[in-house]
């Protein structure tokens, strides 16, 4: 069994902090030899992360569980993962995504017409019942409604409380919608679900070789901001997604996925993930987070010549090792 970080609250009450994973889905089945190295970091959560896509934007028709989706990414494949993770004693937050062609930001997704929202709410809700089933069928221990969906939100806002309510019918956990680090401010519906969840992709400094007062001194707003929510709501805070890029600039715009050619710089991701840890996770009010992203084939990924967010066989995988290691407990 995995221990998470343990932490005793103003009452006196330990308080384990989820120290998580983004567990990227793959071609094949898990096996053993890929849950190890999720262990040996001390996580005691997965993200589990099934996908349904979309062909661009402004068309709803959202296709998922399809033969020709990778294995990881169907309900056969999210379940056989979080069987293998649960085994192991890690727990498990089932995070559904929308993929649209060519990689265009979900945010966006907009309908140009009230019969195409219609069919968008019809197909997104059966999606997201769909996979609430598996939620409660595998007892997953977080499960989360939506992933950066900004747009959707702010227009069909009756829609998401409705959704809610019909998640709840089925699945008797914890829930929790991924909201971007731009978005969480106007998300509607916090009071209807148990954690307040945000992409953490904040931007912190611009400079190019970050130092740690740097990020630290460029958290504070930000933190100020999601404080005062969680004490507002009486909901906690948790990172559904959280990382860096392991580049230059790793805290000028913490959310790019391109392929760019920033210089890598292992030491800037590590600083920026070690100053996350030392901000947040001995709040109160914050309930941990899962790391973006760790693929299944630790030995190949990652490494030091890579500029991606990965932390799998860097140096800020040694960071995160040590802030999820378990606390001893001493006898009183």
């Not at 589990?48 to 990778?70: A, C, E, K, Y």
């Not at 909901?235 to 890029?245: D, H, S, V």
Request: glycine content about 6%; proline content about 5%.
């Amino acid at each position: 069994m995995i221990y998470g970080l343990v932490l005793l609250s103003c009452t006196g009450h330990p308080t384990e902090k989820i120290n998580g994973v983004s567990f990227v889905a793959s071609r094949e089945e898990v096996a053993q030899s890929h849950v190890d190295p999720v262990l040996d970091i001390h996580a005691n959560y997965a993200a589990i992360m099934p996908f349904g896509f979309m062909q661009d934007p402004h068309t709803p028709n959202l296709v998922f569980d399809s033969d020709r989706q990778w294995f990881g990414e169907t309900r056969k494949g999210a379940k056989q993962y979080i069987e293998m993770l649960h085994k192991n004693g890690v727990k498990v937050m089932l995070k559904p995504q929308i993929w649209i062609s060519r990689g265009e930001f979900t945010g966006n997704m907009a309908m140009q017409t009230e019969a195409d929202w219609e069919t968008l709410e019809d197909s997104y809700a059966r999606f997201i019942l769909h996979y609430a089933a598996l939620a409660e069928e595998t007892h997953a221990d977080i499960y989360c409604v939506g992933t950066e969906l900004a747009t959707f939100v702010k227009n069909r806002p009756a829609f998401w409380t409705d959704l809610v309510d019909r998640v709840r019918e089925v699945y008797k956990g914890k829930l929790t919608y991924a909201a971007n680090w731009d978005e969480y401010t106007n998300t509607p519906f916090w009071g209807e679900l148990d954690y307040i969840g945000v992409n953490a992709y904040f931007p912190l400094c611009e400079r190019q070789n970050p130092t740690k007062e740097t990020l630290r001194t460029g958290w504070q707003p930000w933190k100020t901001k999601m404080k005062e929510l969680a004490e507002q709501l009486d909901r906690p805070i948790l990172f559904t997604e959280f990382g860096y890029r392991s580049m230059d600039y790793t805290g000028k715009k913490p959310w790019l996925v391109d392929r760019n050619e920033e210089r890598v710089n292992l030491q800037a991701q590590a600083d920026a993930t070690q100053v996350l840890f030392d901000e947040f996770w001995d709040q109160e009010w914050f309930a941990g987070g899962f790391v973006w992203k760790w693929f299944i084939h630790h030995d190949r990924a990652g490494g030091l010549a890579d500029n991606r967010f990965t932390p799998q066989n860097k140096p800020a995988e040694s960071v995160i090792r040590q802030r999820y290691a378990p606390i001893k407990k001493s006898s009183l």
